[in-house]
Structures are given as C-alpha cells and as structure tokens.
C-alpha cells in the first residue's frame, strides 16, 4: 500500500478509535512514577563533562560497559556509548552523589512527570479516559504535583479500612522522598571528539540515569492488596510496569523471589472477579540479567496478556530466554534485523503465552497476536495506527493535553524509511511461504500459527523530546484495543 494509502487509514483509524475510548470505564496504572530532570546534552556539554573526568580514563570505563553508574566515569562512559550507538539506555545508579554531580556540572533544562507508569497516567487522563487509577508505592508531595490536576486521575487510599478514591494530591504521604531521574537527552548530528576516537551522534535518543534509593520497593500494603477486587467494577485493564527496579537482595533479608511472588499476587487479584481482565505490561532497559530473566519467567509468563517493547528490549528479552543469535540479528543493522525482530516477536508470543506483542521501532511497528483473541488484524492495526499518530504528537510537543492535541499527530508525515524498511520483511514472509505479497500489502497477515500487523509509523525529525515516545505507543495501542472489545461485548 503506497504512504498516501496508508495516510487515509491513519485518519480513519485515529478517529474511530476516538469514538469509542469514552466507552472504557477505566485502567489501573502501576507502579513507577518518578520526577524526569531532563537535559539536552550539547557538544560542548559532553565536551565540559569528558574533560572534568578525563578522557582515557573514560575510554577505558567504555571497555568494561558499566551496569551501574557508580561515579562520574561510569556515567560518561554509557553517555559517550549511548551517543556513539543512538541507542536508549537506562542505567541505574544507587548513590545520591551522581545526583549531586550532575546538578554541580550540568543542571537540567527541565522537570517532567517520569516513570513508564507516571507518563502513561497522565497522558489516559488526558485523553479522557473515565477512571484512570494511578498507583506508585513511594508518592511524595513532590511527585503528587506531577500528575496532572484532573478528576479521572485517581489513587486508592485506604479509609477506615474502605477503598477511596482520590487524586494523588489528596494522598501522598508528607514523610517520602521524591525520586528524581535524569534524562540526558542527545540530537542526531552532535559531534563527539575524546581521546584518539571521534563520532558523529547517527540517532536522537537518550540515556536515563534512573536512581535506586534504598527505600524502592514494588509493593503495596496489605490493606490495600485486599481491596483490589474492588477496583474491578471500575476497571477494565491495567497497564503494569517498574519492575525493573526490584533488587536481587535487600538489606532486611528479602529478595527479588518475595517482590515477584507479590508482583503476581497483584495480577492474580487484578483477574479476581474478571478473569478476563487484560494486563499489558511495558518492558523497559533491565541491565540485572537474573532479574529481566525472572521477570518475564514468572510475571509476564502466563499471568499478563499483552507486552510492549523497543528494538533493544527485545534483544534483551531475546538474550535471557537462550535466543542469542536472534538477539544479535535484531540490534544487527543489516538487512536481517527486521525479519529478526518478527521471529523474535512471534518467540515471545509463544513462549511467555501472550495474547499480543507490539514492537515499537523507528518508522515502523510490528505486532503478533494470537489467532483466537477477539479482535480482527484490522482492528489491531487501527490501534497501532492510533498509537503511531500519538507518539508523533508527543514527538511534536513533548506531550499530549486532549485527544485533541493527540490528533495533531496526523499531520505529521509517515517514514519513508519506515515503508522501505517493510518490503524487507515482505520479502522474507513471501521467500517462507506465511503470506503473499498480496496479503502483506495493507499490513494484516493471518499466518498459521499466529496474527502478524505492520505498520509503517509516522516520525518527527526533530522531536522536542524522545522519553516517554514509548510509553505513549504502547499505551494508546492497548486502550485502544480494550475499547474496541469493550465495544464488541456490549454489542454481543
Ligand atoms: N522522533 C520520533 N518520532 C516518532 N516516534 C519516535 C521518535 N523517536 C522515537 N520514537 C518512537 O518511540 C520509541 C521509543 O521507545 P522507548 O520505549 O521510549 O525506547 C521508538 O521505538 C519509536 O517507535
Ligand atoms: O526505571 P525507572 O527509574 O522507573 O525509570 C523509568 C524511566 O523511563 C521512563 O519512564 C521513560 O520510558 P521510556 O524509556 O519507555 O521512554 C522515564 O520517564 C523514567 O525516568
Ligand atoms: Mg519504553
């Protein structure tokens, strides 16, 4: 299909999606909320910072590609990786000294509500879907100001051992600390020079510095894990994500195996009364092995319906599942990558027994589903290009106010080397026989074992911002998808 096809399948898309969010009674969001202190790192930034630490001694840091930023070097050598590569990356620090250092040598541009489960909150409130119930185990009075100032954005607070809902604002606890994360924000084009190398940035992305304060923990209260099942007549999903940050071991004896179990608990309290309640999880950078492992062994496998990810994310997942050729096809550049990342989607499918699993990439977006789930390819790829068209307005403004402001995404045009890059993956599905170039043409393949939709996406050149692009894909694609099987069961 030609891009100015496709371009009226946008508009069609975006506004019968649009027709039927307000049908969605409600979502539970959880758990990571945090505050983003961003800043666009310039030549000269990167220069300042190279020459504070020294240049060999980040080169030689680079070699040893830390999973932890534990002092300035460590920072600067996965800054100066992330800017060589144009790759997103997330690295966690422990200590309140990088914190310190940072606000000493760079001083951020600006604060943004943060944390996959903070941004896809608000930006559901402000697309007016109904209940948006919000949840994030540490909500400082800092961070309660982050959420947008909306009566469907809603926390559960415990009264006289009776669930309530009220805004954030209304429920923070005056004691806790705000976690605050710093975003280093980098443009295509920066010219990087250092010791005896030099490079050229080839992608804006950025790379997250996310703290680790002693006191994180992915967890709820006793009392409020009871009342769960009261939610239920209020929601009809939910949109999990932060785990990431549970630790291998905790100084009071616990360890990840203790969060994971009550990780599940939630889920399986979430399903109490509405076992068919879908829960989407958004995967994220996790650089402990033996946790994005567990994650996806024992959370994701078999208890969340729906999973969304970025190019380097399914690698990762790729690479702790025991795929590692595939994981390597994937962030190869070569021509290989995309079918890799079709068979890397259709093993994540299968083997985590997902309903659904969308990838969100440069220009285009693949998603497999399950043969049996209500809804048809075109339906699904409806959701996908609703989702593209509020990732280009994010892109564009660097947030989204309405569904208003969601549409001006429309005008933002799709990737030519999005298009492009597709008639790779034709021609490999065509060469294996699961589809004919006929079938692929608009996008909605039912292949043998499984449901495949792409999309060519739309992309901003120069975005004020790529944090969050994610979050907001994954998360208007799975609303999306929720009120449209709303829809179909009313009518049933
Ligand atoms: N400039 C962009 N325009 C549209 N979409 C974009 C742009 N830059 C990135 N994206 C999309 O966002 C995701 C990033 O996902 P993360 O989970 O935040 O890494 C990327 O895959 C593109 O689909
Ligand atoms: O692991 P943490 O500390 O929750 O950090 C999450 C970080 O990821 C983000 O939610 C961004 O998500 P994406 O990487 O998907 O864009 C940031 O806002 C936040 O700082
Ligand atoms: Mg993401």
């Given at each position: 299909?030609?891009?100015?096809?496709?371009?009226?399948?946008?508009?069609?898309?975006?506004?019968?999606?649009?027709?039927?969010?307000?049908?969605?009674?409600?979502?539970?969001v959880?758990y990571n909320s945090n505050v983003d202190a961003i800043k666009h790192v310039?030549?000269?930034?990167?220069?300042?910072?190279?020459?504070?630490?020294?240049?060999?001694?980040?080169?030689?840091?680079?070699?040893?590609?830390?999973?932890?930023v534990?002092?300035?070097?460590?920072l600067?050598?996965?800054l100066?990786?992330a800017?060589?590569?144009?790759?997103a990356a997330e690295v966690p620090t422990?200590?309140t000294?990088i914190h310190?250092?940072l606000m000493?040598?760079l001083v951020f541009d600006k604060a943004r509500m943060g944390g996959q489960a903070g941004i896809i909150s608000n930006l559901?409130?402000?697309?007016?879907?109904?209940?948006?119930?919000t949840?994030v185990?540490w909500l400082s009075?800092e961070q309660a100001e982050y959420f947008v100032?909306?009566?469907?954005?809603?926390?559960?607070?415990?009264?006289?051992?009776?669930?309530?809902?009220?805004?954030p604002?209304?429920?923070?606890?005056?004691?806790?600390r705000p976690k605050v994360n710093w975003i280093l924000e980098f443009?295509?084009?920066?010219?990087?020079?250092?010791?005896?190398?030099?490079?050229?940035?080839?992608?804006d992305n950025r790379l997250i510095i996310s703290s680790r304060p002693?006191?994180l923990?992915?967890?709820?209260?006793?009392?409020?894990?009871?009342?769960?099942?009261?939610?239920?007549?209020?929601?009809?999903?939910?949109?999990?994500a932060g785990?990431q940050m549970?630790?291998?071991?905790?100084?009071?004896?616990?360890?990840?195996?203790?969060?994971?179990?009550?990780?599940?608990?939630?889920?399986?309290?979430?399903?109490?009364?509405?076992?068919?309640?879908?829960?989407?999880?958004e995967?994220t950078s996790?650089?402990?092995?033996?946790?994005?492992?567990?994650?996806?062994?024992?959370?994701?496998?078999?208890?969340?319906?729906?999973?969304?990810?970025?190019?380097?994310?399914?690698?990762?997942?790729?690479?702790?599942?025991?795929?590692?050729?595939?994981?390597?096809?994937?962030?190869?550049?070569?021509?290989?990558?995309?079918?890799?990342?079709?068979?890397?989607?259709?093993?994540?499918?299968?083997?985590?027994?997902?309903?659904?699993?969308?990838?969100?990439?440069?220009?285009?977006?693949?998603?497999?589903?399950?043969?049996?789930?209500?809804?048809?390819?075109?339906?699904?790829?409806?959701?996908?290009?609703?989702?593209?068209?509020?990732?280009?307005?994010q892109a564009?403004h660097g947030g989204i106010?309405?569904?208003?402001?969601?549409?001006?995404?429309?005008?933002?045009?799709?990737?030519?080397?999005?298009?492009?890059?597709?008639?790779?993956?034709?021609?490999?599905?065509?060469?294996?026989?699961?589809?004919?170039?006929?079938?692929?043409?608009?996008?909605?393949?039912?292949?043998?074992?499984?449901?495949?939709?792409?999309?060519?996406?739309?992309?901003?050149?120069?975005p004020v911002a790529t944090v969050g692009i994610g979050d907001t894909?994954?998360a208007?694609?799975?609303?999306?998808?929720?009120?449209?099987?709303?829809?179909?069961?009313?009518?049933?």
């Amino acid at each position: 299909m030609d891009i100015q096809e496709w371009e009226k399948r946008y508009s069609t898309a975006f506004s019968s999606i649009s027709d039927v969010l307000g049908d969605i009674n409600g979502i539970f969001v959880a758990y990571n909320s945090n505050v983003d202190a961003i800043k666009h790192v310039t030549e000269k930034d990167i220069h300042k910072l190279i020459s504070i630490v020294g240049a060999k001694a980040v080169q030689q840091r680079i070699a040893g590609y830390p999973r932890e930023v534990q002092d300035p070097v460590d920072l600067l050598a996965r800054l100066v990786i992330a800017m060589r590569d144009g790759k997103a990356a997330e690295v966690p620090t422990y200590t309140t000294d990088i914190h310190q250092w940072l606000m000493d040598n760079l001083v951020f541009d600006k604060a943004r509500m943060g944390g996959q489960a903070g941004i896809i909150s608000n930006l559901l409130a402000n697309l007016g879907i109904k209940n948006v119930i919000t949840y994030v185990p540490w909500l400082s009075r800092e961070q309660a100001e982050y959420f947008v100032d909306s009566p469907n954005l809603k926390y559960p607070v415990i009264e006289d051992g009776v669930l309530k809902l009220r805004h954030p604002s209304e429920a923070y606890d005056p004691d806790q600390r705000p976690k605050v994360n710093w975003i280093l924000e980098f443009s295509k084009g920066t010219k990087v020079e250092y010791y005896e190398d030099s490079f050229e940035v080839p992608r804006d992305n950025r790379l997250i510095i996310s703290s680790r304060p002693s006191w994180l923990r992915i967890d709820m209260s006793e009392q409020l894990y009871d009342q769960i099942p009261h939610m239920n007549g209020v929601i009809d999903g939910a949109i999990l994500a932060g785990y990431q940050m549970i630790k291998e071991k905790y100084e009071d004896g616990t360890t990840y195996r203790d969060y994971v179990k009550k990780a599940v608990q939630v889920i399986k309290r979430l399903k109490e009364g509405n076992p068919d309640m879908r829960i989407h999880v958004e995967f994220t950078s996790i650089q402990n092995k033996v946790i994005r492992k567990t994650i996806l062994k024992d959370i994701v496998y078999k208890h969340v319906s729906s999973l969304g990810l970025d190019t380097v994310e399914v690698a990762n997942a790729l690479n702790v599942l025991g795929h590692e050729e595939l994981a390597y096809a994937v962030i190869s550049k070569g021509e290989n990558s995309i079918s890799a990342l079709y068979e890397g989607a259709v093993k994540l499918l299968c083997e985590l027994k997902l309903e659904r699993v969308h990838i969100h990439c440069l220009g285009f977006y693949i998603c497999v589903a399950c043969r049996d789930f209500p809804l048809s390819v075109e339906e699904h790829r409806d959701a996908l290009m609703f989702s593209s068209t509020l990732a280009a307005a994010q892109a564009l403004h660097g947030g989204i106010g309405s569904l208003r402001e969601g549409e001006i995404g429309l005008s933002v045009p799709i990737s030519s080397q999005g298009h492009h890059d597709l008639d790779q993956l034709e021609k490999y599905l065509v060469r294996r026989d699961v589809c004919t170039g006929t079938e692929f043409e608009d996008g909605c393949v039912c292949a043998l074992t499984h449901d495949l939709i792409v999309i060519p996406s739309k992309v901003v050149p120069d975005p004020v911002a790529t944090v969050g692009i994610g979050d907001t894909i994954s998360a208007g694609a799975f609303v999306a998808i929720l009120a449209m099987l709303k829809k179909k069961n009313e009518a049933n």
